[in-house]
């Protein structure tokens, strides 16, 4: 990612592109597999599904280790415990189902991915930084292989650091980590508030920033306060709602008005583009046509 050196340097065309699974062909069904191999989760067959029970099991875990019971009960400790346990073989799972997934060419990035990269990100910029929040390695290959020096910073872990991935409703701070686990989470958050610090356009390409996602949008949102950012481009086959968590996040009165911009991940040209507006913050407008 591209980082904040110096509040002096020249930070005119710089670009942070943050991907999600929304890129990557079949990027669910891996995880799907790992979290109904868990027996408390073997109902488990789409994406909301598993997202919810690992947010389930996230917010048991923390119960857990805040809980006066399972520092003095032998039984609640031994659930604890169990708790735990179960949170990091998910995280193991998933790392093994999408390492497979990978080695036997299920998982691409989706046909227009290159083109979007180009159009969106790359075009006209000085310099561009890629982080993902995905967990698998396809869109670092699918990168590489449009340029061999773009280099991408993952959000939240990666399968080469299984157990340690953020889990749907995580943050770095979660009082079940190691301190080195800690560490190495809000080592990569602060990389990621200053790489926002110091770009004029940020890129969120098939990334939802859902609520699970609070900590990731928090941390954007903390970025770009006083930040050089002229323009969001939110690409999605869907991305009234990104615009409209965006908006909120760089909202404030305290603010410079950002341009939100609508894009679709295939349908590049000029005139497809659509700017984000409100009115006077009490919903969303059609977007308006742009001329760009």
């Known amino acids: 990612m591209t980082e904040r050196d110096s509040h002096n340097e020249d930070t005119s065309g710089n670009v942070l592109c943050v991907l999600g699974s929304g890129v990557v062909e079949g990027a669910w069904s891996p995880v799907i597999r790992a979290v109904a191999s868990i027996g408390a989760f073997a109902s488990v067959r789409n994406a909301e599904q598993a997202n919810f029970a690992m947010a389930r099991l996230v917010s048991q875990a923390r119960w857990f280790c805040s809980s006066r ?70 869109v670092e290959h699918a990168l590489l292989a449009i340029r061999n020096d773009f280099d991408v910073a993952y959000l939240h872990g990666s399968i080469h650091t299984a157990p340690r991935l953020y889990l749907p409703a995580e943050v770095a701070d979660e009082p079940y980590r190691t301190e080195e686990e800690r560490t190495e989470f809000e080592t990569a958050n602060a990389s990621f508030i200053n790489a926002a610090g110091v770009c004029e356009k940020v890129v969120l390409y098939g990334l939802s920033l859902a609520p699970l996602d609070a900590e990731l949008a928090w941390l954007f949102e903390a970025g770009t306060l006083g930040s050089p950012l002229k323009e969001v481009v939110i690409v999605d086959i869907a991305p009234g ?24 991940p295939s349908n590049r040209l000029a005139g497809a583009w659509k700017r984000y507006e409100s009115n006077e913050r009490e919903g969303m407008q059609s977007g308006t046509q742009s001329n760009r």
């Open 69 to 138: 019971l399972a520092r003095t009960d032998d039984h609640w400790r031994s659930a604890r415990d169990n708790c735990i346990s179960v949170l990091k073989t998910v995280c193991s799972r998933i790392s093994e189902e999408l390492s497979e997934a990978e080695r036997l060419g299920q998982l691409r990035t989706r046909p227009e991915f290159e083109g979007a990269i180009e159009d969106y990100a790359v075009r006209d910029c000085q310099r561009v930084g890629f982080a993902t929040t995905n967990w698998d390695r396809t």
């Open 241 to 264: 709602p990104v615009a409209e968590r965006v908006a909120v996040l760089l909202g404030g009165e305290s603010r410079p008005p950002v341009d939100i911009w609508c894009c679709s």
